[in-house]
């Protein structure tokens, strides 16, 4: 079983930053991949960047030279830089780990963009 338990979520001006956590804990195989998700106000749940054992960093989207997806492996946890945040990045945003057909989500945080 796998817990993930995002942070770092808040409330930013147009043009800020926020940098989001996700620890992962328990059983973590070789073989994985990790991204961020976010889910709008009556959207669907979308994905913004995923790194995984086998390949670097990828990004969709608006995402592409503004957020930065990284992972310390010491601990397991995955972070998402965000600058120049924009009003359209307002989400919720998810933490994933798929592994072995197996997806786990962490129970996201709010991240709202406003002036």
């Known amino acids: 079983q796998v817990q993930l338990v995002e942070s770092g979520g808040g409330l930013v001006q147009p043009g800020g930053s926020l940098r989001l956590s996700c620890a992962a804990s328990g059983s973590i195989f070789s073989i994985w991949t990790m991204g961020w998700y976010r889910q709008a106000p009556g959207g669907e749940r979308e994905l913004v960047a995923s790194?995984?054992?086998?390949?670097?960093?990828y990004y969709v989207g608006s995402a592409k030279g503004r957020f930065t997806i990284s992972r310390d492996k010491t601990n397991n946890t995955l972070f998402l830089q965000m600058d120049n945040l924009k009003p359209e990045d307002t989400a919720v945003y998810y933490c994933?780990?798929?592994?072995?057909?197996?997806?786990?989500w962490g129970q996201g945080t709010q991240v709202t963009v406003s002036s």
């Open positions: 994933n780990l798929a592994q072995r057909l197996t997806d786990y």
């Open positions: 790194i995984s054992s086998h390949r670097g960093p």
